[in-house]
């Protein structure tokens, strides 16, 4: 178990590997990430796009939904938090109301000191009299851990209501992850994705390790091929069953199948749902079609159980049959990070890098017999890629039959 910083040209791929699955994140090197906290100024007001623009030196303009500006008006300068970043174009998405990802809960500083429990009721009172003093509201999907950690966020918010917080503060998916973890190591390929945990470590006084370990053994302990592999994939097998997943625009749609008792299989693909949304950080609408004709309310329940902790709502059956819902669209999904979309194949190819992380994985430490990669005939960038590492004895051929996301190794 552990948190992997991967390191690609673009940004750091980060991969939490848990006993309930897999979560990741990605930090974009070129522009200030989900959640960091930007001073701003609304410079501009367009009604027709139901926002503001906001101006944030030196990153440019972003742009401020009425509904999360908190009553501000053109001239105003304030406290900003990039709600979702850039992607097809579009600005990044800011935010007055601040959010801070936390464990066992979410703190919302918007001055209502209220307390939302996503699933059991408990400690309320001790909850109800935390954020009556720091006059925060919190969303609580795990209350003894929430109420445990809650002390470490203190330091956080008093430097934050003091105005003591260094500005901008970016960032980085780990920050994310290790917060909802409470904690927990960092593993490495090189020591410089460490730097930056110490900016965490004092505004969270969180028990954070960083360890490096050779980029070999790093690709197989993550194992990165089959998380690729995962993310790229649009059958998803589960006991009993498969998933059959196709994205259009802003709507991902999951068909349920397989041969077992339609509401056993329906209660078995939950998992296997949740883990494919939280995997490839599905936004937007996503429908469900599970199986049989049925409507399945026990299937709804569990959902909404397993995806409330991400923001989701369970907006209900269709006349049809579908289960609607709806996720948060804070950035770009994995697969469209780690991959690009070639008109000429009509389909997202894994990028450059990516490919040749798994080619290393799969290599082994010493070997003094030829080895024979074989990689189709469109991917020859992955040649210029593999220099960097001098592999002596991997000898590239091209072989249009093997399928531009996949490659091929002889012994």
């Known amino acids: 178990m552990g948190i992997y910083r991967i390191p690609f040209s673009f940004g750091i791929w980060e991969v939490e590997k ?57 001239g105003d300068t304030a406290l900003f938090q990039i709600a979702r970043e850039s992607f097809e ?22 001055d209502k000191s209220k307390v939302y429990f996503l699933e059991e009721k408990r400690f309320f009172k001790e909850f109800k009299n935390w954020t009556s003093r720091w006059k925060v509201s919190l969303n609580v999907y795990n209350p003894p851990l929430c109420l445990k950690h809650l002390p470490l966020a203190e330091h956080f918010l008093s430097l934050l209501r003091k105005g003591k917080l260094k500005l901008p503060l970016l960032w980085k998916g780990v920050y994310t992850l290790l917060l909802k973890s409470c904690g927990g190591k960092v593993i490495v390929p090189s020591k410089d994705l460490c730097n930056g945990l110490k900016t965490l470590k004092e505004l969270f006084p969180l028990d954070i390790q960083c360890e490096e370990k050779g980029l070999k053994r790093f690709l197989r302990e993550v194992e990165i091929s089959k998380l690729a592999t995962a993310v790229f994939e649009k059958k998803v097998p589960f006991n009993g069953g498969f998933l059959l997943i196709s994205t259009a625009g802003g709507i991902t749609t999951i068909d349920i199948n397989g041969y077992w008792n339609k509401s056993e299989l329906n209660r078995n693909a939950v998992n296997a749902v949740v883990n494919y949304l939280k995997l490839n950080q599905i936004g937007g609408t996503v429908i469900i079609d599970p199986a049989g004709l049925k409507k399945d309310n026990n299937l709804k329940q569990e959902l909404k159980k397993h995806l409330a902790p991400l923001g989701c709502k369970i907006l209900g059956y269709t006349n049809g049959g579908l289960l609607e819902l709806i996720c948060p669209r804070r950035s770009p999904s994995i697969k469209e990070r ?40 469109l991917r020859r960038e992955i040649e210029e890629e593999l220099r960097k590492f001098t592999l002596t004895n991997l000898k590239i051929r091209f072989d249009w039959n093997i399928p531009l996301n996949n490659f091929s190794l002889e012994f």
Do not use: W
């Open 89 to 110: 174009g579009k600005p990044s998405l800011v935010s007055a109301n601040i959010f801070i990802p936390f464990c066992g809960c979410s703190i919302v500083l918007n």
């Open 18 to 74: 848990t006993p309930f699955g897999v979560e990741t994140l990605f930090t974009p090197l070129e522009e200030p990430p989900v959640y960091s906290l930007l001073v701003g100024k609304v410079i501009r007001r367009e009604p027709t796009l139901e926002g503001f623009f906001v101006e944030v030196p030196p990153f440019g303009d972003f742009f401020l939904p009425f509904k999360h500006s908190k009553n501000l008006k053109v």
């Open 338 to 377: 780690l991959g690009s979309y070639n008109s000429v194949c009509g389909t997202i190819l894994k990028r450059d890098q990516l490919m040749v992380y798994e080619i290393l994985e799969k290599l082994p430490d010493i070997y003094t017999e030829e080895i024979i990669l074989k990689i189709n005939p």
